[in-house]
């Protein structure tokens, strides 16, 4: 596993700092959604190898949800965004 | 100093401490620091920020982009809580009986960090100044660093026994004496 992360606002931290939350990529359906996408986005989810979008929440720092986007073969961390930058991104495309 | 060895035991410092003076190294315990939370309101952390940091008699402590600690060990809370409700756009919280604070300083001071948190502590990185939020001794702390070799902690009232001994056991080899200070 990745053991260095840099946060964008608290700067490299260690692993143990973090508490990983799941898949980042997925997006969340509309609440009005049918309850197929809502199953799919609950229960049906990848388990890709290589490289992987990620929420890590910072809890023992800044306490902000991040994105780390890492390979979960090599372990290389590629970058680290705040959440909310994160969906503003998703939502511009 | 040799001769003064051999009639210590080695569990000396263990039972009755080392000696009641400071050593160079030292941990004091701040009796009544006065600690705010300050929010910033969505929008307005820059401004929040800018005036914390021009604010007089507290030190900003850095825990997140719209989170700060406002810390004064020279004036009391009502003066504290008046000068920081002025600043717009931000919520304040007393926060003074949940934190402990904590300072330690001494020539050996990184070295006995080192053994407690997990960053980077060369002036280079983490400068005089600079604070963040970190995992210390376990505990969630805020630690910043005031001088070349005095660094602030700041703990949770709940944590602090726990992140006081290991501190102290961190820096028994660098003699690490304790007290209260005001
Ligand atoms: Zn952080």
Redesign the interface.
């Known amino acids: 596993m990745a053991s260095l992360i840099t946060c964008p606002h608290c700067g490299t931290r260690p692993k143990e700092e973090f508490s990983i939350r799941g898949a980042a990529a997925p997006k969340r359906p509309s609440p009005t959604a049918k309850d197929e996408a809502w199953h799919r986005y609950v229960y049906v989810r990848d388990n890709p190898k290589g490289r992987y979008q990620e929420y890590w929440h910072h809890v023992a720092g800044c306490r902000r949800f991040l994105v780390v986007e890492r390979d979960n073969l090599t372990h290389e961390v590629f970058g680290v965004t705040d959440a909310a930058e994160f969906e503003r991104a998703g939502a511009a495309e | 100093m040799s001769i003064n060895l051999l009639h210590r035991h080695v569990l000396d410092d263990h039972i009755s401490g080392f000696e009641t003076d400071p050593n160079p190294n030292h941990l004091s315990v701040i009796r009544r620091p006065v600690i705010f939370s300050v929010l910033a309101h969505a929008g307005r952390e820059a401004e929040v920020a800018e005036a914390l940091w021009n604010a007089e008699d507290v030190a900003p402590r850095f825990?997140?982009?719209s989170?700060w600690l406002a810390v004064s060990r020279t004036v009391g809370a009502e003066t504290v809580a008046g000068m920081l409700s002025a600043i717009a756009g931000a919520s304040v919280v007393d926060q003074s009986d949940g934190r402990v604070l904590m300072e330690i300083f001494g020539p050996s001071v990184r070295k006995i960090l080192s053994r407690c948190v997990?960053?980077?502590l060369h002036p280079e990185?983490f400068e005089e100044g600079q604070s963040?939020?970190?995992?210390c001794c376990h505990a969630?702390a805020n630690v910043a660093r005031t001088g070349a070799d005095t660094f602030e902690i700041i703990v949770p009232r709940s944590l602090a026994g726990s992140v006081f001994e290991e501190l102290m056991e961190m820096g028994r080899e660098h003699a690490l004496t304790r007290g209260f200070a005001d």
Do not use: F, N, R
């Not at chain 2, 963040?132 to 995992?135: V, Y």
């Open positions: 825990c997140g982009p989170e997990a960053v980077d990185v963040a939020a970190m995992l969630t």
